[in-house]
């Protein structure tokens, strides 16, 4: 959707946040793109982000993809890919090969290989 893209963004408002005391869940974290190779690249990008704030003493609990499926929004119709499973037309649901590998991801705790 031409949203600037950083991941240090998201390491720096973890430290923000932690300034609060209390234990962090991302909640919603993603990429709206057509392209699944740039969500799976912004998956790693971002996970290894959140990975260093963590090393460097922040207390990320959890972290959910936004979204898991392509849904329809309000100002965009179904045109923004935000998920991790495509939902055709017909509401036949597809997982993308993000889906895989943020699986993976969570199964393993890795983010190489």
Request: no cysteine.
């Amino acid at each position: 959707m031409g949203w600037a893209v950083h991941p240090d963004g998201l390491r720096q408002v973890l430290h923000r946040a932690a300034r609060t005391g209390l234990p962090l869940n991302v909640t919603e974290n993603g990429i709206a793109t057509e392209d699944d190779t740039e969500r799976v690249d912004y998956l790693h990008t971002h996970l290894a982000a959140l990975a260093q704030a963590r090393a460097e003493g922040v207390d990320v609990r959890g972290y959910l993809h936004w979204s898991a499926f392509d849904n329809f929004e309000w100002s965009e119709g179904y045109r923004p890919k935000f998920g991790l499973i495509a939902v055709a037309d017909d509401f036949t649901r597809v997982p993308k090969p993000s889906a895989q590998v943020f699986a993976r991801i969570a199964a393993t705790g890795q983010l190489g290989g």
